[in-house]
Nanobody
Framework: QVQVVESGGGLVQAGGSLRLSCAAS????????MGWYRQAPGKQREMVAT???????NYTDSVKGRFTISRDNAKNTVYLQMSSLKPEDTAVYYC???????????????????WGQGTQVTVSS
C-alpha cells in the first residue's frame, strides 16, 4: 500500500524559513513528477512547486525566488525549502507523487497521483 507522508510544518514568524519533507513508501512502480500544493482556509488548493524525475522545476509566481523544491529519487522523497515566509503562505501543504509509465524507453506521467494528508504551515506577522 502506497503511503505519502509530509513532515516539517509548524509555526514560524514572517521572514523565517521552514523545510518540508515528503516520503513515499510502499512504492512498487516508477515515479514521474513529485509536487507540493497548498490550501489556505476558504481557498482552493493550488500548485506551489513541481519537479520532474530529471529535476526540472516549476513554481507558482508567488513563491519564485523564495521556495526551492528538490528530490532524492533513491529515497522517493521530495523537499520544499521555504524562505522569506509571509503570512499569506499560511496553509496546509500537501505532497503528491505521480506514477510513471514508459514508452520507447522514455518516462511519462500517467496522471495517477498519490497524495499525503498534509502538514500545517502557519506564518505569523
Amino acid at each position: 500500500q502506497v503511503q505519502v507522508v509530509e513532515s516539517g510544518g509548524g509555526l514560524v514568524q514572517a521572514g523565517g524559513s521552514l523545510r518540508l519533507s515528503c516520503a513515499a513508501s510502499g512504492i512498487t512502480f516508477s515515479i514521474n513528477a513529485m509536487g507540493w500544493y497548498r490550501q489556505a482556509p476558504g481557498k482552493q488548493r493550488e500548485m506551489v512547486a513541481t519537479i520532474s524525475y530529471g529535476g526540472s522545476t516549476n513554481y507558482t509566481d508567488s513563491v519564485k525566488g523564495r521556495f526551492t523544491i528538490s528530490r532524492d529519487n533513491a529515497k522517493n522523497t521530495v523537499y520544499l525549502q521555504m524562505s522569506s515566509l509571509k503570512p499569506e503562505d499560511t496553509a496546509v501543504y500537501y505532497c503528491n507523487v505521480e506514477r510513471a509509465t514508459f514508452r520507447s524507453g522514455r518516462r511519462y506521467g500517467t496522471g495517477n497521483k498519490y497524495w499525503g494528508q498534509g502538514t500545517q504551515v502557519t506564518v505569523s506577522s
